[in-house]
């Protein structure tokens, strides 16, 4: 069966860095859209950044432009996201999952669109 696995997360300081990882297995993880949501305590899970089969098109969430940096190792079945100056309002568990084969941004937003879905790995962040 498919299992998505994501680590990395922690607890760190305002303008610190974190990278977190995503494993698939189960699936031909290079033939799929692969994405990074995040829910905070109260709120709606949301569609931080996403990344097409082979990597060459990607999303990125406005308020995480420039800070966070989604790529994947198809070769070791992986999903990455380089988080840099991290804010507190980035505070939440993170979650990792299976997109579609077709890349397009509106799914990247739409948690609907990803069918595999990890347990998630919170990420903290202190002022």
């Known amino acids: 069966q498919v299992q998505v696995v994501e680590s990395g997360g922690g607890l760190v300081q305002t303008g610190g860095s974190l990278r977190l990882s995503c494993t698939a297995s189960?699936?031909?993880?290079?033939?799929?859209?692969m994405g990074w949501f995040r829910q905070a305590p109260g709120k709606e899970r949301d569609g931080v950044s996403c990344?097409?089969?082979?990597?060459?098109?990607?999303y990125y969430e406005d308020s995480v432009k420039g800070r966070f940096t989604v790529s994947r190792d198809n070769a070791k079945n992986t999903l990455y996201l380089q988080m840099n100056s991290l804010k507190p309002e980035d505070t939440a568990m993170y979650y990792c999952?299976?997109?579609?084969?077709?890349?397009?941004?509106?799914?990247?937003?739409?948690?609907?669109?990803?069918?595999?879905w990890g347990q998630g790995t919170q990420v903290t962040v202190s002022s």
């Open positions: 999952a299976v997109g579609p084969r077709i890349f397009d941004s509106k799914y990247c937003v739409s948690p609907g669109s990803f069918g595999y």
């Open positions: 189960g699936l031909a993880f290079s033939d799929y859209t």
């Open positions: 990344i097409s089969w082979g990597g060459h098109r990607t």
